[in-house]
């Protein structure tokens, strides 16, 4: 279904060239003056220069020519040669209509639609969530619910860190702890125990700890140093064991991979986060001796240094970028080999169109040198998209990266669940007669809406303050605040019904007031919404649109008796208005991950 300002821009261009001017010259905009008008069309002043013309006698001539058009109840000419458009109500009603019958409200969807994976959350095995992943994992799943809707076949893979030397120094602390164990035991050849010789809680413990015992302090004496060297070198020789398929070794990274994944889809549930590939850095292990082959016959790494690598700067690049390392000295695999390989391995598997990848913006580099490495290595389609949504930094109120009172990282699982029970407090606060598990229920919804809409409003580069209290409030760009819209309109329709009145059933007759206009106005410009959403892959432009609708719908309900409406009809076209806005505003709020309770 076309948009609005595209029906209106092809009755003014067609103006222009009845006018005898250059029809291009006919584009619409929504009106900058919304006091004045509702679209407007400045291409009166561009002519003006080419023609050497005076503006407004080209809007005066382009008016005339649209005066009697059945679309527009006014078309001003307004010096120095804005042309002014206000459309009629009934044009207005009919288009919404249109878009309550066609599927998604007219959104146009792809013939073809893409094949499109995305890589996000990025979870490291054994070691606990912290703030710093919840960015990637809110934005992606976002993105793949917004690119989902707009009819693209979408594919989320958490892609997790579990081949690293995170593994390692769990083996190494586990060996300090239990020598006696028998996967340490190079003789032992029987079966090793189904259970895992740690528990999750253990293991949460052994990573922080390990990783501590493996650095450390610039004021440490030579001797700390050293029994930190020796220690790291014992992780990464378990490491590269591992990797190399040492038995025991593997069978505590089964045990590690069996604990630590249930409780990330855990964390991922409770932020309503979820993946159709539990994948890792590990699945591509066995591919990549034959990636790095096929490299070598075909000339496509060098040695440098005694690194194996691939270079990837161009003539056109202001500063030279540096080449891409497959393998290091030693011979082993880096976090850019596993990229690589993983894009093989998807190309395989699933011929993408595109893939994009979430994480924090500072592996901006890391992911150029990966996707230059893949074009020109043709691991890749030439016309293959590959993109990376870099994230900004979610800072404390100080300014600095988000950390706990005592200065330690903060767990995602700590975040959601303080947050919730503050929330709680609010609901009990402001409903007292809930019962208690549905208190508890609202307090959890509200609470993840905080917490998502807050990261999602910025845009993903861009750094923003964690400011809980701003972001629970129920007023202002808030998460809880357009919730709080929802309910308010459930609630009226739960009136009408109870009253009575079938909603379903209500019809949209023309708006009357300025802010019923308004309102219709804005529910006609959810799909340009959806679409720049989906091209910018930017969950703000959603978020910004359903807070100007519920803006929009608050200054309507404000100045409106709804239930009280003696006229029948005028009555039921507010219900349809209303109804129309809680739909969209619903969509809105479940391409961005979260959802409404039924009172808050
Ligand atoms: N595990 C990585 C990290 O925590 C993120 C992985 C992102 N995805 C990728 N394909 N490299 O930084």
């Known amino acids: 279904m076309k948009k609005l300002p595209e029906l209106i821009t092809a009755q003014v261009q067609e103006a222009f060239a009845a006018a005898g001017f250059d029809p291009a010259q006919g584009q619409v905009v929504v009106s900058n003056r919304p006091d004045l008008c509702e679209y407007q069309c400045n291409g009166a002043m561009a002519l003006a220069k080419s023609l050497h013309k005076n503006p407004f006698e080209i809007a005066e001539a382009v008016k005339e020519q649209l005066a009697g058009n059945e679309i527009f109840a006014a078309v ?5 040669g804005f042309i002014n458009l206000t459309l009629q109500p009934d044009f ?16 146009e969807l792809p013939a073809h639609p893409k094949k499109i994976i995305l890589d996000f959350g990025g979870a490291n095995v054994a070691k606990p969530l912290h703030v710093g992943h919840l960015r990637p994992a809110i934005i992606g799943e976002a993105v793949k619910r917004i690119l989902r809707y707009a009819g693209n076949d979408v594919t989320g893979d958490i892609h997790m860190g579990d081949w690293g030397l995170q593994m390692g120094l769990v083996i190494t602390e586990l060996q300090e702890r239990k020598p006696d164990l028998p996967y340490f035991d190079e003789n032992y050849t029987g079966a090793y125990p189904k259970e895992a010789p740690f528990t999750l809680e253990e293991l949460s413990e052994m990573y922080p700890t390990a990783s501590g015992k493996s650095k450390a302090a610039e004021d440490a004496s030579p001797e700390e140093k050293e029994a930190a060297a020796a220690y790291k070198a014992r992780a990464l020789e378990a490491t590269r064991l591992m990797q190399d398929g040492h038995r025991g070794y593997r069978a505590i990274w089964r045990h590690i991979m069996n604990l630590s994944i249930p409780d990330l889809k855990k964390n991922y549930d409770s932020l309503h986060v979820s993946f159709d590939l539990w994948r890792g850095e590990s699945d591509v292990h066995e591919v990549i001796p034959g990636m790095v082959d096929y490299f070598r016959q075909n000339g496509y790494v060098h040695e440098s240094q005694g690194a194996l690598v691939i270079d990837v700067t161009r003539e056109d690049d202001a500063k030279e970028l540096p080449p891409c390392i497959v393998l290091k000295s ?7 080999t596993t ?7 998807r190309m395989r598997e699933f011929h993408p169109d595109a893939i994009y990848y979430f994480t924090d913006k500072r592996q901006a580099l890391h992911f150029e040198q990966v996707f230059r490495a893949a074009k ?12 990376f949504v870099g994230n900004g930094t979610m800072n404390g109120p100080d300014g600095h990266p988000f950390k706990t009172r005592d200065g330690g990282t903060l767990r995602l699982e700590a975040l959601v669940n303080d947050t919730g029970e503050e929330m709680l407090s609010r ?4 409903n007292p007669d809930m019962p208690e598990e549905e208190a508890l229920r609202t307090a959890r919804t509200v ?10 409003s910025n845009q993903p580069a861009k750094d923003y303050i964690f400011d809980l209290k701003k972001f629970m409030s129920f007023e202002g760009d808030t998460g809880p605040y357009i919730l709080y819209t929802i309910v308010r309109i459930k609630s009226i329709l739960r009136k009408y019904e109870e009253q009575g009145g079938d909603v379903k059933g209500a019809l949209l007759s023309d708006a009357a007031s300025a802010s019923e206009k308004a309102l219709a106005l804005q529910l006609t410009r959810f799909t340009e919404a959806v679409e720049s959403a989906v091209s910018e892959l930017a969950p703000n432009r959603i978020c910004a649109y359903i807070y100007e609708l519920a803006n929009d719908f608050n200054s309507f309900y404000h100045e409106t008796k709804i239930l009280a409406e003696p006229d029948e009809g005028k009555k039921q076209s507010y219900i349809a208005l ?12 479940d391409m961005l991950g979260f959802e409404a309770p039924e009172k808050m």
């Open 92 to 107: 207005v009603r009919d288009y919404l209509v249109k878009m309550l019958h066609e599927k998604k409200f007219g959104l």
């Open 578 to 589: 209303i109804a129309m806005t809680k739909k969209i505003l619903e969509t809105g709020i």
């Open 339 to 345: 990229d690589l390989a993983t894009i093989q391995e």
């Open 76 to 80: 001003d000419a307004i010096r120095p």
């Open 330 to 336: 030693d011979g082993a695999a880096l976090y850019a």
């Open 376 to 387: 020109k290595t043709r691991l890749v389609m030439p016309e293959t998209e590959l993109r």
């Open 447 to 456: 609470a993840l809406a905080a917490i998502k809409y807050g990261d999602l």
């Open 427 to 430: 609901i009990r606060e402001g």
